[in-house]
């Protein structure tokens, strides 16, 4: 199991990292993929990947949520650290309308400025969208050459093969084993090999652990899930979203 998307630089996990790590390692998560959100929590995303080289891997970006006032002073600050490091991806950068939409056209121009950073460098990109998907699709056209996924999908079959149409993969996590989620029909007819794994924990928490901190090896819920939805062994879920992932994100 490749987790795409998981928050390890959170204080629950950094507390005992060595242990945290041990965990996901015996249940057998393979890498992780660790988002950045903002300027100030890049240095401790940073240093919790370089303890773990091979295993955790950082990206950098902001969040839609942050972006406030000083945006593109952060901007600036994060594009100057893009050189001095070594960045899996873009991410987590996208629109959020869900509690605020007092930033709205800012959230926009934040997110072409990294996309175009993703162009540039040639890295994918980790797309957060909640309640924007029409803004989301029409900024993503603009950038056809973009690689990346659209993390914690939860949208509709329609939703799901525009972006696959655009050559983007789908983050599939917790959301896929709650009982109320619709995810489950809508991916039925959605090629495997556009989908990744992630839990976005701390949050995301799949059945039967919802309402505890997540973590990267709780994905084998996800995974079991998706078994029935395909009617696939759970060997080949595995298999086929590691290589995607491992494709999307050039990973060993
Ligand atoms: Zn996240």
């Known amino acids: ?20 790590i041990k965990r996901q390692q015996d249940a057998g998560v393979e890498q992780i993929l660790v988002p950045g959100v903002c300027l100030k929590d890049m240095p401790e995303v940073i240093r919790v990947c370089e303890q773990y080289p091979a295993y955790l891997h950082p990206a950098i970006g902001l969040h839609p949520e942050n972006v406030g006032d000083n945006w593109e002073e952060e901007l600036d600050a ?17 629109l959020d309308y869900h509690f605020d939409i007092t930033y709205k056209e800012q959230q926009k121009l934040a997110l072409i400025r990294q996309l175009q950073w993703a162009v540039d460098l040639d890295l994918p990109v980790m797309i957060h969208a909640r309640d924007a ?26 939703t799901a093969k525009q972006y696959i149409q655009m050559g983007l993969y789908l983050g599939i996590g917790g959301v896929i084993t709650f009982k109320n989620s619709k995810l489950r029909e809508h991916l ?17 928490t799949p059945v039967p652990f919802r309402g505890q901190p997540n ?17 696939l062994p759970v060997s080949a879920i595995e298999s086929t979203t590691n290589a995607n992932a491992k494709a999307l994100f050039g990973l060993k």
Do not use: K, W
């Open 1 to 20: 199991m490749i987790d795409t998307h998981c928050h390890i630089d959170d204080p629950l996990y950094t507390v005992d990292l060595e242990a945290c």
């Open 78 to 94: 994060l594009e100057a650290m893009l050189h001095q490091h070594n960045f899996i991806a873009i991410g987590e950068i996208g």
């Open 133 to 158: 998907t029409a803004d989301i699709i029409d900024i993503l056209r603009q950038f056809p050459s973009l690689r990346g996924v659209m993390h914690c999908f939860s949208g509709s079959n329609e």
């Open 188 to 204: 039925t007819d959605i090629p495997l090999d556009r989908l990744v794994l992630e839990t976005d924990a701390p949050y995301m």
């Open 215 to 231: 973590e990267s090896r709780y994905m084998i819920y996800v995974m079991q899930t998706l078994a029935d939805v395909y009617q």
